[in-house]
């Protein structure tokens, strides 16, 4: 097998176990009416009828459920940074493997979550939750076989992500149609089969290191010999042996890439990549900076925030769209059909965004990228607050199920061209985390809607917005600011060399200045 085809095997072997194992915890809404039907937490819901001030069996049972969804959210996001360190430090293959073993525990929990001394269903959603981070984070360094098309490899990726929602839909239908016999227990038994492939894959054609970019291997070959090495006038057979095994490294970083991009292509691929970067107009700019260093910076600050106002309205959303459309639309059957569509359009929108999201991301600046980010965000959040309009309710979940992973691929798209590969597991894995950190104010906000507004989403959705456009008009300012200087930079210095001036390489920090 050619290293291309092995690549194209392993990208795609990637997107189909992302597919059953990334995200399957938030296909909650499609999973929870089973889980009541099959009468979980009826054992510690029972009320006791004599109680006046207790609460329903009903709404016992469905705090609980939404206790188990909210925590099992907050771990995905929460495990990016453990998930982020181990790949940088070990590599994808043991993220990976990680991932499998948290996948089969929370499968082997919600299995037998009633002959358990603990909440079965609560930590078995929660493993499977960082079952799926492992798998999927460590599958983004495959962007880095295909550099002309990194961006569409993580819009597959993403998608798969979005569309694993799906895989607890595709079971209630299973269920209602074999007649509620094939019940959780022997699905998620089942399920075993996924983390057991995952595991055989990993060994069999997955790389144990991350792949690097093409101009990483171009400044591999280009870096002098090592200097500790001993000069030449000192050589022995150690360090004669030394210097071969030196010469032979470099020769097989060039022999992968003349077989990944063809020999004739590699400097046209080179160049390629050069200028998707110059595109961008950003990139490399915190390259040469530690990770402690991209973190303190407005760089990182700034999608931080965004990301975590954004990322606590998508969870929001999720977690609420029936409440808040039975009240926008005065009907609880209709707010249940806007919820059907959702449940249907969630995993579809992550499919059907993938080329736009690929076409997007590698054809577009960053700063564009982000000033779309910021207008469909504030879109969503207009028809988010229209009442009466089934048209608007419609509206807002396409928009929503395409902005969703467009979202996460531009976060994930720009922590690599800001940050770096180098950093690109803890930076982008801080953000992840701190963001789901913050997304237990979820129950803040259920209190805000329930208690102080009466049911109202208005005002909640309303704060929400706004909060995201003040920080994204700044994001924005921020990097459509430091963009021109980067270009007025290399500008200047094109032209001292067309001019035969004395030319200096300007280092990244001082873009940054």
């Keep these: 097998m050619s290293l291309l085809l092995l690549h194209i095997v392993q ?12 995200g399957i915890v938030f296909g909650y809404a499609a999973i929870k009416p089973v889980l009541k039907r099959e009468g ?4 510690v819901c029972r009320v006791d009828p004599n109680d006046e001030d207790a609460i329903s069996e009903d709404t016992c049972v469905e705090i609980h459920l939404n206790l188990m969804f909210t925590t099992a959210a907050v771990a995905t996001n929460v495990a990016a940074l453990p998930v982020g360190a181990i790949l940088d430090r070990y590599g994808p293959r043991v993220c990976s493997l990680l991932g499998a073993l948290f996948l089969a525990v929370g499968a ?3 299995s037998f979550e009633n002959k358990l001394p603990f909440d079965g269903l609560l930590f078995g959603y929660l493993f499977l939750a960082l079952g799926g981070p492992f798998t999927y984070i460590s599958s983004f360094q495959l962007s880095n076989a295909f550099p002309k098309n990194s961006g569409l490899i993580l819009a597959l990726l993403t998608g798969a992500f979005d569309a694993s929602s799906a895989l607890f839909l595709v079971y209630r239908v299973i269920y209602e149609q074999t007649n509620e016999t094939f019940g959780h227990q022997s699905f998620f038994l089942a399920y075993l089969v996924v983390p057991a492939a995952i595991v055989v894959i990993q060994f069999v054609l997955m790389p144990a290191q991350s792949y690097k970019t093409v101009g990483e291997l171009v400044e591999e070959i280009e870096e002098p010999i090592t200097a500790d090495l001993e000069p030449y006038d000192q050589i022995d057979e150690e360090t004669a042996l030394l210097h071969e095994e030196e010469r032979q490294h470099r020769a097989e970083v060039v022999s992968g890439i003349q077989e990944l991009l063809g020999t004739t292509k590699a400097d046209k691929q080179a160049r390629k990549e050069e200028r998707k970067n110059e595109i961008s107009g950003v990139w ?25 106002v954004q990322m606590t309205r998508i969870n929001y959303f999720v977690a609420t769209i029936r409440v808040q459309y039975s009240a926008l639309l005065s009907s609880p059957a209709l707010a249940e059909r806007v919820n059907d569509f959702f449940d249907l359009a969630l995993p579809l929108g992550g499919i059907l965004s993938i080329p736009f999201i690929g076409a997007i991301l590698d054809r577009t600046s960053t700063l564009t990228v982000l000033t779309t980010l910021v207008a469909t965000a504030t879109t969503i959040g207009i028809l988010g607050i229209i009442p009466h309009s089934m048209l608007a309710a419609y509206a807002n979940v396409c928009l929503f199920v395409l902005y969703r992973p467009f979202y ?6 720009y922590s690599a061209k800001v940050f770096g590969f180098r950093t690109f597991g803890t930076v982008y894995g801080t953000i992840i985390c701190f963001a789901g950190l913050l997304n237990f104010s979820q129950s803040g906000l259920d209190y805000l809607l329930h208690e102080t507004f009466n049911g109202d989403p208005v005002p909640v959705n309303v704060g929400l917005m706004a909060a995201g456009l003040v920080i994204g008009v700044v994001m ?16 200047e210095e094109e032209a001292r060399g067309a001019f035969g001036g004395s030319h200096t390489s300007t280092s990244t920090r001082e873009w940054t200045n």
């Design 11 to 22: 990208v795609v072997v990637a997107v189909i176990y992302c597919l059953f194992a990334a």
């Design 408 to 413: 996460y691929t531009a976060v994930s798209d």
């Design 476 to 491: 924005v300012m921020f990097v459509g600011v430091k963009s021109r200087g980067i270009k007025r930079k290399l500008l």
């Design 108 to 110: 082997l929990f919600m």
């Design 284 to 308: 490399g700019v915190m390259h040469a900076y530690t990770a402690w260093e991209q973190i303190k910076s407005p760089w990182f600050i700034l999608i931080c925030l965004f990301t975590v």
């Design 40 to 43: 979980a937490y009826q054992d």
